[in-house]
């Protein structure tokens, strides 16, 4: 047995797969703040002076028993992943829900057949925000959010869930065109939002576990996408209005059992 | 009969009821290179300087033989009731669906007793822009919108409503607590949205025509609308999420005949 197979590391690399990173000093500041929140770690540069914000940080994380690591300015520049804005503070929240897609697939379909929701070039936070909290409050079973061509979990998108981003199930991939044919196999099938020859989304009774697959306003889902549906739902409009806002179709969609 | 009742009089106050003024340099430069808008009038001030942008509004104009009227900096501040932001320039809209609810009531219910929504302390445009957008979308009849408590139609609203504020039936009151009466009175029911002892709104089936009231995120209906309430419905939430977003909320009841 080596190493990266030991019960020990797996358990480790299950919980940190499991972490969300959030960087800035204010929404580190309210992230702090935020009692309901279990938050893993608190990481600062070597760099940052005293006073200020960064004292209330780590006046707050130490209130909270919260471990503080230090590190250069290059390592926490890694470990943001956005140097230009971490302003050398960041912070890792545990969120139970968070995992890469191919832990979830292990327990996937699950008995109730509950649809799955994906993004496809969703990249305003504002609108992604707005998705995770519906679907979170959905009887869905979550998103499948990719890191290729979507928005990346920020503290803008966390304000704009209300604080959801940590409570339901949010499975991410690379990308979606790899992962969904994963799901194919476990008997899943894509459909993509449509308004051109496209079944009612009432009218739509699927017979097999479903994920909904919905692009971006201006230019729908990719062709790599489309050619893996195997359903088209359209959601029927009235007074000529052409389309609905991403985050307005993605909560009719996930609360459609209801 | 004197000149307030003659048939011209009134085709006039008609005309006049159903247009939607806008005002801002840019936003009105927008809107009337927008070909599918049907614009009634422009006004511009005296003081406007030429060149610049309010030559090209003007040239539109002409292209579009839309007629121009001058006004001084007070009139047109009555025009735009926004002296601060008009910027000297302000359009009239025709918007055939916007309308003195009163208006509407003539006509209401309708024999498919479709449902109103009703705002009651919606401030945010962004929002605003949302709810119009889906409530035109779906099957319900319009949006009542009363103008104290809520934002105004502004350049930032038709944005986020997509042009869609145009083609909608949108009911303008003054106060939502004088007008919720009247419709009462035509055999309509009041509906507002409750997480406590609310049926699900999956369950619950009208016998009536119905107004919805959707309160704003923080505070809710009123205390005085509250009290007109004769049902009150749900979204149960998954995961322990407390509320949705007021414009997702819209959407749900909007498309939940469907």
Redo the contacts between chains.
Sequence with gaps: MNQTDSPEYLARKSAYDRLITVYGRKPVYEILADRSLEIFRLHLADSNRGGGIVEQIKSLAAQRNIEICYHSREQLARISRNSKQDQGVACDIHSAGYQPYKKALEKLPSADQRPLIALDGITNPQNLG?II??I????AYGLLLPSKGCADISALVIKAS?G?VF??NILRCESLAKALPAFIEKGFEVCTLSSHQAT???EFKPQAPIIYVLGNETEGVSKEIAALSKHRVG?P?????E???V??TA??IA??G?
């Design positions: 707005m909290r519906s979170t409050a959905s009887p209300a959801t409570k339901g009612p989304l009432a959601i409009m009235a007074n000529g209005v389309s609905l806002n985050a307005i909560a009719l609360f459609s209801l």
